[in-house]
């Protein structure tokens, strides 16, 4: 063999070497680390908290415990709802405690501080509870993920459905933040592109202590809808309020853009009897959704939410990713798992796009009547299943700067 042949076989060896030995040992200081940002004492605990704790556990056992040969550890903390305090402790865990992938984080205003930190940083972060459409907008990063839902979808969903069903004129009740903001605006849009019309709306204060004047402003505009642009607390408060001053015995109807399983549960099907919602989980739609929303009950003894489930999701998501290259390099983990169909017992025909939005299907669901209800946790009709094409914004409309820049 010639000199510069052999040379070159010598080095293309060596390539091979360098990269398979790069592949064995490319998990960063030989543990993968998932810490679960939450609210572990607020008004969101309920439908994230130690619920998302329990799902993330949950994904972890379910894959074995460990990735790559490497073992895998969960942590947790309480970002207390205060952006400052989210962005704190994810600049902690990324430089001082290794973490790997944050994920969770309820509350857009957390969620949105948080993505500021993983993109500088470098890091992962996959929001399950932060729903604001700018995250995947204007505010995408490469190392950031919307897994389970947006504004734009449950707006979508709702205010679509309940505008063709007859409701053609809206008021908005709207807590004063960028989610809220968010909803407002996307079922503003959907209301007046079937027919409707927005009469008027109002903004509230996050986790107000009293909303009655609120409601009775929604009240005295005679709108027909009442559209309910928050959520947990704010939202199951306001449906209570309207309740108590006879919103709906006037013939008015609210519509929550933001309902989850446990504020149904909270509010009774009495006072929730009729709501139309979406969402991207319910925990008896088939065999899959019942075994493993069992298996969460019989730990926390009540059925998870769709963010608790999207929690277990992603994380299975984005430990097969690292399986299947060998690496936790962030990138590299990202691109195998928008390579990948997501296929599960959450997600129904997902993929995940090159803005971070994970596509997928939802369902409009109707909250049945007391007597319609068989046992506990029985508490919704299935009325359609959206296609997550329709739900989700398109790719194109979507003002991310990565994807212009392709």
């Known amino acids: 063999m010639p000199g510069h042949c052999r040379i070159a076989a010598v080095a293309a060896a060596t390539c091979v070497l360098l990269a398979a030995g790069g592949v064995r040992a490319?998990?960063?200081?030989?543990?993968v680390k998932i810490g679960v940002l939450t609210d572990l004492s607020g008004p969101a605990s309920d439908a994230t908290g130690q619920g998302s704790v329990t799902a993330a556990e949950m994904a972890v056992a379910d894959f074995g415990g460990t990735v790559a040969g490497k073992p895998i550890k969960?942590?947790?903390?309480?970002?207390?709802?205060?952006p400052d305090i989210g962005a704190n402790?994810?600049?902690?865990?990324?430089d001082d405690e290794q973490v790997d992938?944050?994920?969770?984080?309820?509350?857009?205003?957390?969620?949105?501080?948080?993505?500021?930190?993983?993109?500088?940083?470098?890091?992962?972060?996959?929001a399950e509870s932060t729903g604001a459409d700018v995250f995947t907008g204007k505010s995408c990063s490469p190392y950031s993920m919307q897994w389970a839902f947006d504004t734009h979808a449950l707006a979508t969903g709702t205010a679509k459905a309940v505008t063709q069903r007859g409701g053609k004129t809206w008021f908005f009740l709207t807590a004063d933040y960028a989610f809220g903001h968010s909803l407002e605006a996307d079922a503003s849009r959907v209301a007046e592109a079937n027919g409707g019309r927005v009469v008027g709306s109002v903004n509230f204060p996050f986790n107000s202590p009293d909303l009655t004047s609120f409601v009775l402003q929604a009240q005295s505009s005679k709108a027909q809808i009442v559209g309910i642009a928050a959520g947990p607390p704010d939202n199951t408060h306001a449906i209570k309020i309207g309740g108590e001053f006879g919103l709906f015995q006037g013939g008015q109807q609210m519509a929550g853009l933001l309902i989850l399983i446990t504020d149904v549960n909270g509010l009774g099907l009495k006072a929730a009897q009729g709501l139309l919602l979406t969402t991207s989980f319910?925990?008896?739609?088939?065999?899959?959704?019942?075994?493993?929303?069992?298996?969460?009950?019989?730990?926390?003894?009540?059925?998870?939410?769709?963010?608790?489930?999207?929690?277990?999701?992603?994380?299975a998501h984005y430990l097969a990713a690292i399986k299947a290259t060998g690496t936790d390099e962030p990138l590299t983990v990202a691109a195998k798992m928008r390579e990948t169909p997501i296929e599960d017992f959450f997600a129904r025909h997902?993929?995940?796009?090159?803005?971070?939005?994970?596509?997928?299907?939802?369902?409009?669901?109707?909250?049945?009547?007391?007597?319609?209800?068989?046992?506990?946790?029985?508490?919704?009709?299935?009325?359609?299943t959206i296609p997550g094409e329709q739900a989700f914004p398109r790719l194109e409309d979507e003002d991310c700067p990565i994807t212009k820049k392709q």
């Open 26 to 31: 490319q998990i960063s200081d030989d543990v």
């Open 74 to 82: 969960v942590i947790s903390a309480n970002h207390q709802l205060k």
């Open 89 to 94: 402790i994810a600049r902690q865990w990324y």
């Open 101 to 126: 992938l944050i994920v969770d984080v309820p509350v857009s205003a957390v969620g949105l501080a948080v993505q500021e930190v993983s993109r500088q940083k470098r890091k992962l972060f996959i």
């Open 282 to 315: 319910y925990w008896d739609m088939d065999d899959k959704t019942r075994a493993w929303s069992k298996r969460f009950y019989d730990k926390l003894h009540k059925m998870p939410t769709m963010w608790q489930a999207g929690t277990y999701s992603a994380i």
């Open 350 to 384: 997902g993929r995940l796009r090159e803005d971070g939005l994970m596509v997928h299907d939802l369902y409009l669901v109707e909250v049945k009547k007391p007597e319609e209800s068989k046992r506990p946790w029985d508490y919704y009709k299935v009325l359609q």
